[in-house]
């Protein structure tokens, strides 16, 4: 715990050392994401709902998988960056520690420039949260723990990905598709896909799990009350998998010796 909080102090100084950077950066990140909510609200003015859904209803979806992607880049951009542990044989200076290798690679760099996503996140959900209406009460209390399951799975998902390295080696490309392509396709309502991609969404990357199966529910356009146990099923049947695939990998890896 010692050495996370060392991490931890370490990236906020180099990080504040030049603060005019550091807020810019904040604020670029905020408005380069910002930007896709505003495209999906200038459609969503022209033609009023896409398939049902309002513009504040994909609001709180928009809020919900954002806040737990700007989490998670800012907690979890060493596995953002994963493959270059593993080609440049950084990854055995974490194997020798007496700390789990899983969080020193998470967070070998805290990036608090990333928070500009979690706040732009926020300040959407707050306007979505302020004028959408839930058929029942208690959806006020239920909400908060979608944010936290948002968190949970785009973790998983990026140590799920980040594990492909330790076979692949370089997996960029593998880390755009599986985990930004379809964080950005869970910023819509799922029906507005076809069958196949509905079920990749909610069987294999389950982000739709997180989002629009408990919304369906709690806005009134589904009636099945098993939504609301969707981020949980999908969080506790893609966390052994991830963990074992992470384990398979490190027993996988070989040092590059250099």
Same mark, same amino acid.
């Given at each position: 715990?010692?050495?996370?909080?060392?991490?931890?102090?370490?990236?906020?100084?180099?990080?504040? !050392?030049?603060?005019?950077?550091?807020?810019?950066? #904040?604020?670029?990140?905020?408005?380069? @994401?910002?930007?896709?909510?505003?495209?999906?609200?200038?459609?969503?003015?022209?033609? &009023?709902?896409?398939?049902?859904?309002?513009? @504040?209803?994909?609001?709180?979806?928009? %809020?919900?998988?954002?806040?737990?992607?700007?989490?998670?880049?800012?907690?979890?951009?060493?596995?953002?960056?994963?493959?270059?542990?593993?080609? %440049?044989?950084?990854?055995?200076?974490?194997? #020798?520690?007496?700390? +789990?290798?899983?969080? !020193?690679?998470?967070?070998?760099? @805290?990036?608090?420039?990333?928070?500009?996503?979690?706040? &732009?996140?926020?300040?959407?959900? #707050?306007?979505?949260?302020?004028?959408?209406?839930?058929?029942?009460?208690?959806?006020?209390?239920?909400?908060?723990?979608?944010?936290?399951?948002s968190i949970a799975m785009n973790l998983l998902i990026s140590i799920l990905l980040a594990?492909?390295?330790?076979?692949?080696?370089?997996?960029?490309?593998? @880390?755009?598709?599986?985990?930004?392509?379809?964080?950005?396709?869970?910023?819509?309502?799922?029906?507005?896909?076809?069958?196949?991609?509905?079920?990749?969404?909610?069987?294999?990357?389950?982000?739709?799990?997180?989002?629009?199966?408990?919304?369906?529910?709690?806005?009134?356009? +589904?009636?099945?009350s098993l939504y609301l146990l969707a981020p949980w099923l999908g969080i506790s049947i893609?966390?052994?998998?991830?963990? %074992?695939?992470?384990?398979?990998g490190i027993k996988r890896y070989s040092s590059t010796g250099t």
């Amino acid at each position: 715990m010692q050495l996370f909080k060392i991490l931890f102090i370490a990236s906020l100084k180099s990080q504040t !050392q030049y603060a005019f950077d550091f807020i810019v950066n #904040i604020i670029g990140n905020f408005l380069g @994401v910002f930007a896709d909510f505003l495209i999906i609200a200038m459609i969503l003015i022209r033609f &009023q709902n896409i398939q049902g859904w309002t513009l @504040v209803e994909i609001a709180v979806i928009y %809020s919900i998988i954002e806040f737990g992607f700007g989490i998670y880049r800012v907690i979890g951009d060493g596995l953002n960056n994963f493959e270059t542990l593993i080609l %440049s044989g950084r990854f055995d200076t974490l194997l #020798i520690r007496p700390a +789990s290798v899983l969080g !020193q690679a998470m967070l070998q760099t @805290v990036d608090f420039k990333k928070l500009g996503l979690v706040l &732009q996140a926020s300040l959407v959900g #707050i306007w979505g949260l302020s004028q959408i209406e839930f058929i029942y009460p208690f959806a006020w209390i239920y909400l908060p723990t979608l944010y936290f399951a948002s968190i949970a799975m785009n973790l998983l998902i990026s140590i799920l990905l980040a594990s492909t390295a330790f076979w692949t080696g370089k997996n960029e490309d593998i @880390v755009i598709l599986g985990h930004y392509a379809t964080r950005t396709a869970a910023q819509y309502p799922a029906t507005i896909y076809h069958k196949f991609f509905q079920s990749v969404m909610t069987y294999v990357i389950p982000f739709f799990t997180v989002t629009y199966y408990p919304l369906m529910f709690l806005t009134g356009k +589904s009636q099945q009350s098993l939504y609301l146990l969707a981020p949980w099923l999908g969080i506790s049947i893609l966390a052994p998998i991830t963990i %074992s695939v992470w384990k398979m990998g490190i027993k996988r890896y070989s040092s590059t010796g250099t």
